[in-house]
């Protein structure tokens, strides 16, 4: 089973910044992208940005040029980075997984964590 573990959510005010971490453990055999999705109160989840293992990223155009997202293949960690807040950004943040084992594949997410961005 694997498991994804999210911190660095919070309050924030306009303007400020965040920064969401995700550790991945367990059976992983072979990442192939890990991202963000957001699902903010009556809304749809959305994806936020991707990484892949060949390291392309793709970001939501409502983030582009304020969040950034990095990974550490080393430790299986994903962060997303989170730069001139806005109060549409509020939402639960998602972390995601997409992986293989032996031909078979998977999709696995974090619990989520908490992002209220203040006027």
């Known amino acids: 089973q694997v498991q994804l573990v999210e911190s660095g959510g919070g309050l924030v005010q306009a303007g400020g910044s965040l920064r969401l971490s995700c550790a991945a453990s367990?059976?992983?055999?072979?990442?192939?992208?890990m991202g963000w999705y957001r699902q903010a109160p009556g809304k749809q989840r959305e994806l936020v940005a991707t990484?892949?293992?060949?390291?392309?990223?793709n970001y939501a155009d409502s983030v582009k040029g304020r969040f950034t997202i990095a990974r550490d293949n080393a430790k299986n960690t994903v962060y997303l980075q989170m730069n001139s807040l806005k109060p549409e950004d509020t939402a639960v943040y998602y972390c995601?997984?997409?992986?293989?084992?032996?031909?078979?594949?998977?999709?696995?997410w974090g619990q989520g964590t908490q992002v209220t961005v203040s006027i």
């Open positions: 995601n997984l997409d992986h293989s084992d032996y031909g078979r594949h998977f999709v696995s």
């Open positions: 367990g059976s992983i055999f072979s990442i192939n992208a």
């Open positions: 990484i892949t293992s060949g390291r392309s990223t």
